[in-house]
């Protein structure tokens, strides 16, 4: 039975909306449903068209609410959207509530079970018959909600127009190759399409047709980056402790570690993963294994680094390499875990006590995520010191296109460390704080090390050039003194700014991590208005200098962050104070990835003004 | 022969590896006099210099507190940190993965161990991580002046801090029913036990922990505190007494078969128990938990090796790591080979 409003669409001029839309999964969770939507936007990605797929998950395992919105965008602005075109909805308890709120001219998919009124008229409605197509296949009961999430694939395939040997790709690709559960799946996939093609006429506008535009990339998340760029960097011990939305980095190590860091001759490990008992005991593992002379890391949240923060003061102090990633989540304790934020970045920047700065790599982007991850390996160890990298929840767990991902591109730097060929050139004359070259940068020795003047004894207590015990006031002076100057040499390894400029801009854009998408999109927006805008995107902590040009060049730079407090554009007016006048915070933070048209309209009051 | 020889140079002030005494000595001490962390320092010394150990062998690992401090006061040719309060066994934990073929000491104090450090101290007990982990316990806080701690006797009188209501904890208990591999205990006044003790345990291949009373002459010296030296003399009773075989220098010792309980370790060394009286076997797990059970009731200090298990894979055993120390491999080791990427680049 058709609607007033579908009437009218099928009688009057057919508009079509190609590879442009966003659409809502809603579903319940540990239903199962994560494999169907990563099927949908796995397939898309291989028609070419350029996608992105976000979680708004509950933090619960079984049975709250749960959506999945996939962006699709011809022109790859895949930023999230905050209304859906297309809503699939497979869950009772928020079938009212989604209803309501889906666009006008929208598209209502449903599992027709759900036996609830439907009494709007300006939308496109397609009901699914999910049990009844699952009865048809031959699964055990067991399997039956499961499998019940593949209906919808195949039903909004076949009304979108996605190919059905992209699913079948896609299925393999998520099944690892495991033939039984792809051919379970395919069959649900190809039953429910038929169904579809059989006894549902397309009316609604938005279609999708293969491009190229993805050709060639990737489509992976953040937390499978940073793992993998790890490795790359040849980390050889991982200590951490459970804690979303962390946790699967650390899963991702011990997944692919195995597969690619055993020695080819012996079979034997080139690393060790270890799960702590908690965080204390995590990074206590990780400033261990630095000082040993491993790459090592950890990976946490917010909760995990507040444990954290007292050991790497110490191994701040201590001058002890380790690289520790804060996968940022919303908010205290809890807090809301499973929602994204960027509100970590002024309390990792003064991370415990004392005089302390740290250095911190804020990726844009899952390439970046693979390429900080192991050259934070060569600035700690070169620097001697921690290196913390914020992503956060939104890279961490959701998926992101990418380039392929770079071979690195430079050779591995150890730092100045000494063995024992190197002690016997010195006659065994070296100090382990001495600043022999002027740089502030000491020279180590690490554990093993049999030269009778090797070892040396690591406190957090005054010492002097000799690591010996001191409470002379002169020599905490001059300790301070010289930490401050590596950061000095610590500036030229960190990655720069990357700015993008148009012709003549009237505003700057300023933020850093996962609002680039947001960023880019208002960017395109504002230019077809006619307001012109560069971008700065910053990339490390602390500033190294060239930020100032930037800011300076614009009369107004809006600072975006998904924070309250708009922490970077606290540390840029720390760092630039004469500039001060020149930089406006936009600083926005409710748990869910940010929006261009958040932005756009607060730049549009703001130029209003 | 060579063994004799050894000992013959041992007399001379050079032990087997040419080293002398003063190769093992440390920092002057900065310890009160009399203190018995100093005296377990001591013990630290002559253990890894009869036992013909390079000190570069050996990595000392401590937290924080006056036994903590200790670790200065002995092996200045060995690597040592000093970490956090409560947070050595994560420090050693990491650091020995580096290289596995050194041996870790760690000392920790009894605040150190069973207040803030409970949890990293049960841990590194069930992972079974290969160091000696010696708890210079004294029953107070030193370094923060003579406050109870956990280990404290419940109705301790300290002249500022009143009567102490709490029960105590008892390390050795906790490292046992946490199923330490090697659970001693001693006391600061019994050099040799503690020595004996100290050498069999860094031939343990797992964690070994020791349960020192080092009485605090400082803020813990009343007499019927457990851990004070006078009370310690009066109610010590050994299990056994203990005498350490290394591997070298077996058959140079003799005992008396019938009367001693060997223990082999896993590098082929021995630990000779003698009876003493009571038919002890410290294997015997059932046996160590009558034992620590009886010392409580019996209000003694019951001291000796209380249980080994020589059976147990140490922590890193488990990792099937390179024979090659971890923290010797280079980028060719451990940077994969470029067509691995692109082969995941194709996947994703
Ligand atoms: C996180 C932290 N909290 C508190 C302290 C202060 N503190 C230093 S030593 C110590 C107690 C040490 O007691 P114990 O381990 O028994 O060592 P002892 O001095 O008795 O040998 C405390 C509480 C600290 N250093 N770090
Ligand atoms: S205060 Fe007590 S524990 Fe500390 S050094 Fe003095 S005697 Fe030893
Ligand atoms: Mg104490």
Redesign the interface.
């Given at each position: 039975m058709l609607t007033k409003f579908q009437e009218q669409n099928l009688t009057g001029e057919k508009k079509r909306i190609v590879n442009d839309f966003s659409l809502t999964i809603a579903t319940v969770n540990g239903s199962g449903s994560q494999t169907s939507n990563a099927t949908i936007l796995r397939s898309i990605f291989k028609m070419g068209i350029p996608v992105s797929g976000k979680n708004i998950l509950p933090s619960n395992i079984q049975g709250l609410p749960t959506w999945y919105t996939i962006r699709v965008n011809k022109e790859g602005f895949v930023a999230r959207q905050e209304e859906a075109d297309i809503l699939i909805e497979m869950n009772p308890a928020t079938f009212a509530d989604d209803l309501a709120k889906l666009k006008s001219g929208g598209v209502f998919f449903y599992a027709d079970h759900i036996r609830q009124p439907i009494e709007r008229d300006d939308i496109f409605v397609y009901p699914m018959p999910v049990r009844e197509i699952v009865r048809q296949v031959d699964v055990p009961t067991y399997l039956r909600d499961y499998i019940a999430n593949m209906v919808y694939v195949g039903i909004v395939a076949s009304i979108l127009g996605i190919e059905l040997d992209k699913i079948h790709q896609s299925l393999e690709f998520h099944f690892k190759g495991k033939a039984k559960a792809i051919a379970i799946n395919d069959e649900v996939v190809k039953r429910a399409a038929e169904w579809a093609k059989e006894n549902l006429v397309k009316q609604d506008p938005f279609y999708l047709e293969p491009i190229d535009v993805t050709k060639g990339w990737i489509l992976t998340d953040g937390n499978t980056a940073a793992a993998l760029g790890a490795i790359y960097g040849g980390v050889q011990f991982v200590s951490w402790y459970p804690i979303t939305p962390a946790t699967s980095l650390a899963e991702n190590l011990q997944t692919y570690l195995p597969k690619l860091r055993k020695d080819p001759d012996t079979g034997k490990n080139t690393f060790a993963v270890v799960q702590a008992e908690d965080e204390l005991s995590a990074i206590g593992m990780a400033i261990g294994a630095g000082w040993g002379g491993l790459r090592a890391m950890t990976s946490t949240s917010g909760p995990g680094l507040s444990l954290m923060t007292e050991y790497i003061g110490l191994a701040y102090y201590a001058e002890v390499p380790v690289v520790v990633w804060d996968v940022q989540r919303v908010g205290p304790s809890t807090g809301l875990p499973t929602r994204t934020a960027q509100g970590d970045l002024t309390f990792v920047a003064f991370m415990s006590h004392g005089d302390i700065e740290n250095i911190i790599l804020l990726p844009g982007n899952i390439n970046e995520c693979f390429e900080f991850a192991w050259q934070a390996f060569d600035i700690a160890e070169q620097i001697q010191t921690p290196v913390i990298i914020l992503s956060d929840m939104d890279f961490g767990m959701n998926q992101w296109m990418g380039k392929p991902f770079e071979y690195p591109n430079s050779p591995m730097q150890r730092g100045k460390v000494l063995w024992e060929e190197d002690l016997e050139k010195l006659d065994g004359k070296w100090a382990r704080y001495l600043d022999v070259d002027g740089d502030g940068i000491p020279y180590r020795t690490v554990i093993g090390n049999r030269h009778p003047r090797a070892a040396y004894y690591t406190r957090g207590t005054g010492h002097d050039e000799y690591a010996g015990y001191s409470e002379e006031p002169q020599n905490w002076h001059d300790l301070l003194n010289r930490l401050k100057k590596k950061f000095e040499v610590a500036k030229k390894l960190l990655p720069k700014p990357i700015i993008e400029t148009m012709d003549s801009s009237a505003i700057g854009i300023i933020s850093f991590g996962s609002t680039e998408p947001a960023v880019q999109e208002t960017r395109q927006i504002l230019a077809k208005e006619g307001l012109h805008s560069d971008f700065m995107r910053i990339r490390a902590y602390p500033f190294i200098g060239v930020e100032r040009e930037f800011i300076q060049n614009h009369p107004i730079n809006y600072v975006v962050e998904m924070n309250r407090d708009g922490q970077l554009h606290q540390l840029l007016r720390m760092e630039y104070p004469e500039l001060a006048g020149k930089i406006r915070s936009f600083a926005y933070t409710d748990g869910l990835p940010l929006t261009a048209r958040q932005l756009v309209d607060f730049i549009h009051q703001n130029e209003e003004q | 022969m060579q063994e004799r020889v050894d000992i013959q140079a041992k007399k001379s002030g050079v032990n087997a590896i040419g080293l002398t005494k003063s190769d093992y000595r440390g920092?002057p001490s900065t310890l009160c006099q009399g203190c018995g962390h100093n005296s377990i320092a001591s013990q630290i010394i002559a253990a890894c210099y009869e036992l013909d150990i390079?000190?570069?062998?050996i990595?000392?690992?401590s937290g924080i507190g006056c036994s903590s401090k200790s670790?200065?006061y002995f092996l200045?040719?060995?690597?040592?940190?000093?970490?956090?309060h409560g947070?050595m066994?994560?420090?050693?934990?990491?650091?020995?993965?580096?290289?596995y073929?050194?041996k870790g000491i760690g000392v920790s104090g009894d605040g150190d161990t069973a207040s803030i450090g409970m949890?990293?101290f049960?841990?590194i007990l069930r992972r079974n991580m290969k160091l000696v982990y010696i708890v210079e316990n004294n029953g107070v806080y030193g370094l923060t002046k003579g406050q109870f701690s956990a280990t404290a006797d419940q109705g301790l009188e300290l002249k500022s801090h009143g009567v102490n209501p709490y029960m105590p904890v008892d390390i050795a208990w906790e490292a046992l029913v946490g199923h330490a591999t090697f659970v001693a205990r001693s006391f600061a006044g019994d050099p040799k036990q503690v020595k004996e003790l100290i050498k069999a345990a860094l031939s343990h291949n797992g964690v070994a922990v020791l349960d020192i009373i080092s009485p605090c002459v400082t803020f813990n010296n009343v007499d019927h505190a457990t851990q004070s030296y006078a009370w310690g003399k009066d109610h010590e009773a050994a299990l056994h007494e203990l005498s350490f075989v290394p591997r070298a220098e077996e058959i140079l010792i003799e005992y008396d078969e019938e009367e001693a309980k060997e223990v082999q370790l896993h590098d082929g060394s021995t630990i000779l128990l003698r009876k003493l009286g009571r038919d002890y076997d410290p294997t015997d797990r059932q046996a160590a938990i009558r034992v620590l059970e009886e010392a409580n009731s019996c209000q003694c200090l019951i001291t000796g090796l209380i249980y080994i298990d020589t059976d147990q894979p140490s922590m890193v055993d488990i990792?099937?790591?390179?024979?090659k120390?971890?923290?010797?491999?280079t980028?060719r080791?451990?940077?994969?080979p470029?067509g691995?990427?692109?082969e995941?680049?194709h996947?994703?």
């Open positions: - | 920092s390079h000190p570069e062998e990595v000392k690992f670790t200065t200045n040719r060995s690597f040592g940190f000093n970490g956090l947070r066994p994560s420090l050693a934990t990491g650091a020995l993965f580096a290289d073929t050194l949890g990293q049960k841990h990792y099937n790591l390179t024979d120390p971890l923290n010797r491999l980028e080791e451990l940077r994969p470029r691995t990427l692109e995941l680049n996947l994703f």
